[in-house]
């Protein structure tokens, strides 16, 4: 609970019709996509840097937590107030501040789309390649702190790869600039990259420069059908070895189609075991040369058929279909946990295998889709939080596929960061010496733990 | 002057002779390829991870300064010992590890030597872009400490764009392992590219694992030649203003060319004052569209001459031109600033026409090249160190173009790290809050600063 002093503090701030403290207002702001969810004291929803930074200052001086966020679709319980305090919900900071046509860059306040930042970008024929299935509601902001990724990960990297510039506003509420529009820069410690990803717990994300690059010229995509996930998976990785890095590679397992076309039909096979999705992006010649390289791999790797999208129509139909795929997912069950342990490319047939190992050991329902041409997996376990009996086998499930990642030279998460859902997981990565290194920092700059409290790792050891 | 009870520490650690303390010895390891030199204690040429790990766990006992030091080509004074200490000499960890054809990465021992890693992975068909121009005798560790730039910068983005994994020891001799062979990876704060330009001063970088792409099926190269360096700049500009990103794109200016021409003559024009440098590689079908295009660009630039390279040994003798600058510079004049200031890339015109008024201002001759496709220019200014007065001249001049880069949106450093030289220009650009956030975090993980001290910013205000 906040006191009414400092609930007056906010208003005067933020003005009195940005703080909300209504049961059902605050309700809204307690959840994000994952299955938990906590009810913060109060919501905020600052205007300016400047209100931010006045926001900080007070619930530090006061030891009241502070979680910045965006469109609330983490997937890994970033934004759940555990502890109380303030939600401050970017929601207004929503203005594209500038495309910049000569030097390639936007600058964007966090708040806004990500799907409507893309559209506006491409209306100038520049490109804003990171792509999270959430864009429609996701904000630039959100992907930033959680450096969010998507199916072009596999080409043109993460959101972390495109943001040259950030405003900042720090712990004890300093306003912070680093890095700019331009495109080297090795002044000082790398604090961008610090920022980006560390999940609202080391700073504010007030205003986010990226880099744009050229709209390709043509793009077009295939669906490869296979009687077996394994061949599938194999075929990920032949096309990796074959020196191809597409401009997404998507794997998707029987129970993932069979879900998305009961759900919004687009023609996905319903009599195959597995399928990859393809996009290839460049100039109009390449593109054409690479995807009939790629028919060629997959048909050595046993597919039962090739289907080339014969124009943009028929590919957007497919992909609306894989983006389905979260809705799908969340329709056919009443808890559903997507995780996305990531694996080096070439150890995609072996995490497939130990999943399904997995999920017959627990009997569960898992199906696999995942942006397989970088190694991300998304094993979906389809469960009910109401069966305690199920939910200890689902435990278990998780922390098994988590160790086979790591097993496997892999990564607790490729895109959906460690929030409250991974935490746990840390020190089997890092170990005790990692996670102090990581404590160091934070404590270093945000002494009273005041920003996104208990996110990634606990500042004392144990869970 | 470490005691003899250390030397002999050191001694067991790592062999006795593979420890130096002879002054013949300490002179080789006290100077950069800056101007700047002082004498380390002791120089130790560890073998292993561990030895590193035991040097550092004395040496923070004992409150002795550790500096890296790779191959020694740093032009920023990053690895000179100026509180002496224990120089830690990496040339005898120089394998490369592994070439992962299925995953396209490497992993790699910190004093493998930049250019031989590019023979390597070439031969596989594969490709590693980072291409500083000392890259016959710098190291991947040093790369990475430093975040090497270089000319291909421009499409393929510099080191840290292709680090995946490190192995650091950190400043209490802990041994770290951040990031590995995933492509992507949001698992806790990004320490890897904290570690990554830092420049020795977080930890010592003991093991790297890097990206690979494709090799390129064609390259070509174009030599474009402007009367004014106006024109040349302009159409830097414009080329990227077209959305095409060249793999590199080089301004020089009369000077630069003379100088390289009475050095190691390869065919540079002599009778104009700017010319650009263009490579352009990908498919064989795209290079020849993109490189038609370039042309027509420059010629709207108001070229005087386009030349494209027939074949790639006219190309290579061209490239090798250009990386003769810097031996070309260092033969025409006692002492040389060679500088990195970088702007927004469509301030290419601005930053050049205010270098030559510094130039006239100060009376100083200051030939001009640079990665200008990036805006990372390299203003070098000729002088003689034993001039007095006219190194006053030089000082004005380098504050005066600093103050002009970071005036136009630009930084300190696109490449070559602040170390000892751009340290006094640190609070420009960040101001003493954002040195500070810096400082917390370099006492939070080194609270004894002997990691590399002095180097970035002095950890207490003032110079």
Known sequence: MISSTVAEQLRRIAGKENVFTEPEDLTCYSYD???????????????????????????????????????????????????GGIILALHRMNKILEIDQDNLTATVQPGVITATFHQAVEKEGLFYPPDPQSMLMSTIGGNVAENAGGPRGVKYGVTKDYVLGLEVVTPTGGILRVGGKTIKNVSGYDLMRLFAGSEGTLGIITEIT???VPLPEAKRTLLAMFDTLD???????????????????????????????????????????????????????????????????????????V???????EAAQLWAGRRSAFGALCKSARTVFVE?????????????????????????VIPILGHTGDGNMHPNILTDERNAEEMKRVDAAIDEMFEAALALGGTLSGEHGIGLIKRKYMPWQFGEEGLDFMRSIKRSVDPNNILNPGKMFLMEKGE
């Not at 004291?41 to 502070?66: G, M, Q």
């Not at 965006?70 to 319980?77: F, I, P, Q, V």
């Not at 023609?267 to 040369?289: Q, R, T, Y």
């Open 33 to 83: 996509s994952t299955h938990l969810s906590a009810l913060p004291d109060v919501v905020v929803a600052p205007l300016t840097t400047a209100e931010i930074s006045e926001i900080v200052k007070l619930a530090n001086a006061e030891r009241i937590p502070v979680i910045p966020r965006g469109g609330g679709t983490c997937l890994s319980g970033g934004t759940i107030p555990t502890d």
């Open 210 to 212: 990226v880099r744009l």
């Open 231 to 305: 061949d599938a998976a194999a075929a990920v990785s032949s096309i990796i070895k074959h020196r191809i890095i597409p401009t997404t590679l998507e794997l998707m397992d029987h129970k993932i189609m069979e879900l998305i076309e009961s759900f919004k039909p687009v023609g996905f096979p319903m009599d195959v075991e597995g399928a990859i999705l393809i996009e290839v992006d460049g100039s109009e010649h390449d593109v054409n040369k690479q995807i009939d390289k790629v028919a060629e791999i997959c048909a050595a790797c046993r597919s039962r058929e």
């Open 307 to 313: 289907k080339v999208a014969k124009d943009q129509a």
């Open 340 to 364: 996305d342990a990531t694996v080096p490319r070439s150890k995609v047939p072996d995490i497939v295998k130990r999943i399904q190992e997995i999920a017959r050991k627990y009997d569960l």
